[in-house]
């Protein structure tokens, strides 16, 4: 299966390939993904200074994520996250400074807001790919159009809950767009240790549904395969697997040491294939995009970041109601004790 | 009122609570066309149709995983493990996800999932069919779990755990469905939870159980009292929420306890009530506090499953010790 690519690395359309986004749709992606590049560097940053918690940069991966949930609608359609996929939750309309508030580890100022319809972020690998199955199930039960994203990794392939859920999905038809980001690597172990398999994709018509391998760094391909799967869930042909090609160019996480397994000759090839360098190619030859647009942008996107830090920082401190106020819908007396003690003694 | 078993008062509150409220669905292995494997959604397909009584894949955790995703679609879910044995399979759902799925988001969702669970010894299943996890559950925050003994309850609790907004994990006593039988009120009640109900009075000790082991317990007082021994009997009902003042309240009065369930001994939940009532009422107990349970053995075959069950001549031993000492 060869991966379905549109634009080539040096920006140009490939032979007979077309570009459905009108160029106002590629400006908004390429801010995007500069603006999720450029928090990866300051969340870095951050975390470094000790002012954040452990983060896990997208970087390299910024095309796969846009041009997936472009083909979304964040009226009706959701979003089941893994966790390294901040510009698909960010075009969904998660703010960026609530994203923050996650890694700063504090729970009152990560919350979804309501109207956005999105999962929280999921630590533990492949378990949201079930819950993705329910609720698309559940929306088409209840009547409704909407089409769910279900977003994980190589790593997360492995999982018995990706087997579950696919093989559910694909008898109940649910709406589901399975979209599965391989970046090369989970932490260290990389993608020939996941499976033996030649793609990941193949697996969809074993469970009654297509598969489809996509260059994960071409933003127009990926919007492409992501709009044709979404439209064939939200017309009731149920499932699509999406295997999007794509590398981590930075650490798993800011815990992480590549430089102990990662060989510099294929991380260099990747960079080469760089998705945002790819889209700025392609907006340049048509005029629409040159050096002084860059440095006005990077100063646009540092300041909308500078603002969802302070934001961020700005939360009140947690409290041992934090603790307790959403535990249970009506807190149980046992619980009650508990948190007054914790309550009466005070932040430690 | 009408005379039921478990089993058939457990079927409807199913019946009635599909016909009151739509979202409400059953899924799992073997409950729609079958009915499940002891009957108790037999005949639901027929009247509320495949859409909302689905037979599943046989795979626990994307029963329980999907459920949380349909909930949040806005359906209410009643999943169906076919043994609680086979909940090792979803627990990384029940536990670490559906539990504590409101507090991950902080209020946001909340997840309306009732899972049903079949559990317990003394009808020789092959393995892993009879195994008392509950205490393990115990330890899942977010998640409140629930154990009738009688057929009123099981009704009364099954339909409250239906409507709670948090997950409940409902484990039948899989002996009690058929052989307990009792008087079921007909139409709509809810029985709240963390509301111990006293089985039977007495005087001169307290038995706490749960599930079947109130049966036990039961007639071990029965034997009791013609020796003359007054034997209160305490039928939790359920472990999350725990009702403490009840229980404290109980034993304060006897100052003698002793504590029956299926589970093994070592960090089962009887260690937790035990813990409680010293911690509360510690001075008005007269004796140390007794736990007759299954060892600390695995759930063995059929052939030795007597020997491992608490049984009515191990609680009465344990009650006379408690008594005289």
């Not at chain 1, 149920?238 to 992480?256: F, N, S, V, W």
């Not at chain 1, 535990?327 to 003690?341: G, K």
């Not at chain 2, 009808?123 to 977010?142: K, N």
């Not at chain 2, 911690?279 to 053995?297: G, H, M, N, Q």
Request: proline share 6%; hydrophobic share 45%.
């Amino acid at each position: 299966m060869e991966p379905v690519q549109l634009l080539d690395t040096d920006g140009t359309l490939l032979p007979g390939a077309e570009a459905r986004l009108p160029d106002e749709s590629v400006l908004k992606a390429l801010r995007l993904m500069m603006l999720s590049r450029a928090a990866d560097r300051r969340a870095i940053s951050l975390q470094r200074q000790g002012r954040f918690g452990t983060f896990a940069p997208v970087m390299g991966q910024e095309a796969a994520f846009v041009g997936s949930a472009m083909a979304l609608d964040p009226a009706q359609d959701w979003i089941v996250p893994q966790y390294r996929e901040m510009p698909a939750l960010l075009h969904h309309g998660y703010p960026l400074e609530r994203l923050f508030g996650y890694f700063k580890g504090n729970a009152a100022a990560a919350k979804i807001p309501d109207g956005v319809n999105m999962f929280p972020i999921q630590i533990a690998l492949g378990v949201q790919i079930p819950h993705a199955v329910g609720l698309g199930w559940g929306l088409r039960l209840r009547g409704l159009p909407g089409v769910v994203a279900c977003y994980f990794g190589d790593g997360a392939s492995s999982e018995g809950d990706f087997h579950e859920a696919c093989n559910l999905a694909g008898i109940v038809k649910a709406p589901v767009v399975f979209f599965l980001s391989d970046n090369g690597w989970a932490i260290s172990t990389p993608r020939r240790m996941q499976t033996a398999g030649a793609t990941f994709a193949e697996r969809g018509p074993t469970y009654g549904f297509p598969g489809v391998v996509v260059d994960g760094n071409d933003l127009f391909a990926v919007h492409a395969v992501t709009r044709e799967a979404v439209d064939r869930a939200r017309s009731g042909q149920g499932p699509t697997l999406i295997e999007a090609r794509t590398y981590r160019i930075g650490p798993h996480t800011t815990a992480d040491d590549p430089t102990r397994y990662v060989d510099p000759a294929e991380h260099a090839a990747w960079e080469a294939r760089d998705p945002i360098d790819r889209v700025q190619r392609y907006l340049a030859a048509k005029g629409l995009w040159d050096g002084a647009a860059e440095e006005a942008w990077a100063k646009e996107i540092d300041a909308e970041i500078e603002a969802a830090v302070e934001v961020a920082e700005a939360q009140a401190a947690p409290s041992a109601d934090d603790l307790f106020e959403h535990s249970y819908a009506h807190l149980p007396a046992r619980l009650e004790r508990q948190r007054d003690e914790l309550s009466r003694r005070g932040w430690p | 009122m009408t005379m039921m078993t478990m089993v058939q008062a457990i079927r409807a509150a199913l019946f009635e609570e599909m016909a009151r409220d739509e979202r409400v669905m059953v899924l799992g292995q073997d409950i729609a066309r079958l009915g499940g494997v002891f009957r108790a959604t037999e005949g639901l397909v027929d009247v509320y149709g495949p859409d909302r009584v689905v037979d599943t894949p046989l795979a626990e955790g994307v029963i329980v995983g999907s459920a949380l995703g349909l909930a949040v679609a806005g359906m209410v879910p009643v999943a169906e493990i076919q043994f609680l044995g086979f909940a090792h399979q979803a627990f990384h759902q029940i536990g670490a996800q559906v539990g504590r799925f409101r507090f991950r988001t902080h209020g946001r969702f909340g997840a309306q999932v009732t899972i049903r669970a079949p559990f317990g010894g003394g009808v020789r299943t092959p393995e892993l069919h009879s195994d008392a996890l509950e205490a393990q559950f115990v330890q899942c925050p977010g998640l409140k779990v629930v154990m009738p003994a009688t057929a009123h309850d099981a009704k009364g609790l099954l339909l409250e755990a239906i409507r709670d907004p948090d997950p409940v994990l409902f484990c039948e006593p899989l002996r009690g469905y058929r052989l307990v039988k009792g008087e079921v009120p007909d139409g709509d009640y809810t029985v709240p939870f963390g509301q111990l109900r006293e089985a039977r009075t007495g005087e001169d000790l307290t038995l706490v159980a749960w599930s079947a082991a109130v049966q036990v317990a039961e007639q071990a007082a029965e034997r009791l009292a013609e020796e003359g021994i007054s034997a209160q009997v305490l039928d939790l009902r359920t472990l999350v929420p725990l009702d403490v003042d009840g229980l404290v309240k109980a034993v304060e009065r006897t100052g003698r306890c002793v504590v029956v369930h299926e589970a093994p001994l070592s960090a089962g939940f009887g260690a937790e009530v035990i813990a409680t009532i010293q911690e509360e009422a510690f001075y008005s107990l007269e004796a140390p506090i007794a736990r007759v349970t299954a060892p600390d053995t695995p759930y063995p075959l059929a052939g030795i499953e007597d020997l491992y069950i608490p049984t009515v001549d191990r609680v009465v031993d344990a009650a006379r010790a408690t008594v005289k000492s």
